[in-house]
């Protein structure tokens, strides 16, 4: 009769066993589950970050533009209200030239992939800025540098992908 209450015991041992691997199992996953969530979040944060640098950069290079308009007297600023590319290169502020040589010009309404490749400054963001219409009268210039990722439809964070960044800012002419 020994005999049989010892098996008895070993069988549940199993099925204890195997519960206890059930339960780590679940308790594994759930975990991973919150370090992918973290990991996103950690993504989506630096990401922001970088546009937000270079949102700001943007805003210098516009405010650099009107700057050296106002020493040099020369037109270096766009006429037209719109969007434009700000780029900086060896030290030289700028908008970017389309083809034809003049300052590339962006429908303010346009679709979001009319513009986007057009305004890439690396492999994965772009950056435009644009304003409102104004009149030579006016001092200041208000508008809004938009950065976002070139993969990215724009429209909302989730997993990856993160919502393009829009940074308003003022230019005195």
Request: charged residues 20%; glycine residues 8%.
């Amino acid at each position: 009769m020994t005999k049989k209450k010892h098996l008895k015991y070993e069988a549940l041992g199993f099925v204890e066993a195997l519960i206890a691997i059930m339960v780590v199992g679940a308790s594994s996953v759930v975990l991973m589950q919150i370090a992918v969530n973290t990991m996103q979040g950690v993504i989506q944060n630096e990401k922001i970050d970088t546009m937000t640098q270079y949102a700001l950069e943007g805003s210098e290079i516009v405010k650099e533009i009107a700057r050296q308009e106002q020493l040099t007297g020369e037109d270096l600023f766009p006429d037209n209200s719109g969007c434009y590319v700000p780029l900086t290169e060896s030290g030289t502020y700028t908008f970017k030239q389309g083809l034809d040589g003049n300052i590339l010009y962006l429908e303010a309404d346009a679709q979001r992939s009319e513009y986007v490749s057009s305004a890439a400054i690396n492999e994965d963001f772009f950056r435009i800025y644009c304003f409102e219409p104004y009149s030579v009268e006016d001092r200041y210039l208000s508008g809004n540098i938009l950065v976002g990722e070139l993969n990215s439809d724009g429209t909302i964070t989730r997993g990856n992908n993160v919502k393009d960044y829009s940074y308003f800012t003022v230019v005195t002419r």
